[in-house]
T-cell receptor, first 114, second 114 residues
Framework: AQTVTQSQPEMSVQEAETVTLSCTYDTSESNYYLFWYKQPPSRQMILVIR??????QNATENRFSVNFQKAAKSFSLKISDSQLGDTAMYFCAFISGNTGKLIFGQGTTLQVKP | DSGVTQTPKHLITATGQRVTLRCSPRSGDLSVYWYQQSLDQGLQFLIQYYNGEERAKGNILERFSAQQFPDLHSELNLSSLELGDSALYFC?????????????FGPGTRLTVL
């Protein structure tokens, strides 16, 4: 069975600084996708970034980038130039290419301080 | 706005009761997913429907059932409610049923069982 682990329940960062959120996963599959979702206080689930396992290049979306280490089964999220609006809970998620079942980590609460 | 709608936004009911949560997917999406977010269980996948047929099942209790109608909207029925069923229930939708299809989340229904 696939599992996703986020070992940092809470983190904080100063505005304009850089922060990295950690995620590890376990799977025996070769065809899968990894995601980071943001859940602000409104509780809406917002897709931040997506990584296809078959791609070696790390995904980037503006200030958000990932460090995908396939062999180590690690998928960290880097947020550069942190903004107050980045304050939220962040979920790492895994999905097999053959199913529609998203598997989420426990979440990391990020607080951006002014 | 993801384009996925869920009603009601909030629901307060008593133990032993039955409730129905409704979800309308984005226009053109054939897959609907239900997820439960609770303090003790985190975010977990419940069930997936594709074009009216059940396609995948997760940790969904026998007291819970779902269906997808010909117009593609879906309903999640929760019966014999217990205090532990209090949670935020998300619906998501995607075009296809495989993992590479991005899932768009609705705003959620907050269920409180007293």
């Amino acid at each position: 069975a696939q599992t996703v682990t986020q070992s940092q329940p809470e983190m904080s960062v100063q505005e304009a600084e850089t922060v990295t959120l950690s995620c590890t996963y376990d799977t025996s599959e070769s065809n899968y996708y990894l995601f980071w979702y943001k859940q602000p206080p409104s509780r809406q689930m917002i897709l931040v970034i997506r990584q296809e396992a078959y791609k070696q290049q790390n995904a980037t979306e503006n200030r958000f980038s990932v460090n995908f280490q396939k062999a180590a089964k690690s998928f960290s999220l880097k947020i550069s130039d942190s903004q107050l609006g980045d304050t939220a809970m962040y979920f790492c998620a895994f999905i097999s290419g053959n199913t529609g079942k998203l598997i989420f980590g426990q979440g990391t609460t990020l607080q951006v301080k002014p | 706005d993801s384009g996925v709608t869920q009603t009601p936004k909030h629901l307060i009911t008593a133990t032993g009761q039955r409730v129905t949560l409704r979800c309308s997917p984005r226009s053109g999406d054939l897959s609907v997913y239900w997820y439960q977010q609770s303090l003790d269980q985190g975010l977990q996948f419940l069930i997936q429907y594709y074009n009216g047929e059940e396609r995948a099942k997760g940790n969904i209790l026998e007291r819970f059932s779902a269906q997808q109608f010909p117009d593609l909207h879906s309903e999640l029925n929760l019966s014999s409610l217990e205090l532990g069923d209090s949670a935020l229930y998300f619906c998501a939708s995607s075009v296809g049923l495989k993992g590479y299809n991005e899932q768009f989340f609705g705003p959620g229904t907050r269920l409180t069982v007293l």
